[in-house]
């Protein structure tokens, strides 16, 4: 079975620019989630998703981050404009249904921002 | 404000002997418990969890021990390999009907051959 894919792995863009990470979660997984990573930190979620619905984006800075799942299965999470604390791991995970993240989420590689 | 806290940024220990990983919350509505693992360049896989209802949860080399009274979880592996040579993230959900985990900072632990 694939896991969670995510491009690109690596990404370094400068201050003010724009950038968009893709995921492609678990096949038949109803549920996508989005975690930042910044380093020394643990995972903070910024968005979930039940299908294509939001369930819950409360720590989603949404003046410059935005993120979507047309269709229900793959996203893409933006950053317009980016700053220099938006430096992290993006990471990304799917699990078959709404349940407590444990056993039944899987993650992505991540994708590595630099903002320079 | 941390609600879930490893104080401990790293850990080193001897193949064969038992690694310890400490980890304290503040919350007191979280009723559900997770240990992840993560290796370099990889993101982080499911170890082992525990209900609030519980007070040890045992899997193979691995066992968390909860302290609800002292808000207080520990991952012990015994006997330590190599191969666990990893960072190991405490994760806490369920306050306020949300499972959506708060994590903490993470352990890297180092098992020496």
């Known amino acids: 079975e694939a896991g969670v894919a995510q491009s690109p792995r690596y990404k370094i863009i400068e201050k003010r620019q724009s950038v968009a990470f893709w995921c492609n979660p678990i096949s038949g997984h109803a549920t996508l989630y989005w975690y930042q990573q910044i380093l020394g930190q643990g995972p903070k979620l910024l968005i979930q998703?039940?299908?294509?619905?939001?369930?819950?984006d409360s720590q989603l800075p949404k003046d410059r981050f935005s993120a979507e799942r047309l269709k229900g299965v793959d996203s893409t999470l933006k950053i317009q404009p980016a700053k220099l604390e938006d430096s992290a791991v993006y990471l990304c995970a799917s699990s078959p249904r709404d349940t407590p993240v444990g056993t039944e989420a899987f993650f992505g590689q991540g994708t590595r921002l630099t903002v320079v | 404000d941390q609600q879930v806290k490893q104080n401990s940024p790293s850990l080193s220990v001897q193949e064969g002997r038992i690694s310890i990983l400490n980890c304290d919350y503040t919350?007191?509505?979280?009723?559900?418990f997770l240990w992840y693992k993560k290796y370099p360049a990889e993101g982080p896989t499911f170890l082992i969890s525990?209900?609030?209802?519980?007070d040890k949860n045992e899997d193979g080399r691995f066992t968390v021990f909860l302290n609800k009274s002292a808000k207080h979880l520990s991952l012990h592996i015994v006997p330590s390999q190599p191969g666990d040579s990893a960072v190991y993230f405490c994760a806490a959900s369920g306050a306020g009907g949300s499972y959506i985990p708060t994590f903490g900072r993470g352990t890297s632990l180092i098992v020496h051959p």
């Open positions: 919350n007191s509505m979280f009723d559900y």
């Open positions: 998703f039940q299908n294509n619905g939001v369930v819950d």
């Open positions: 525990i209900s609030s209802i519980k």
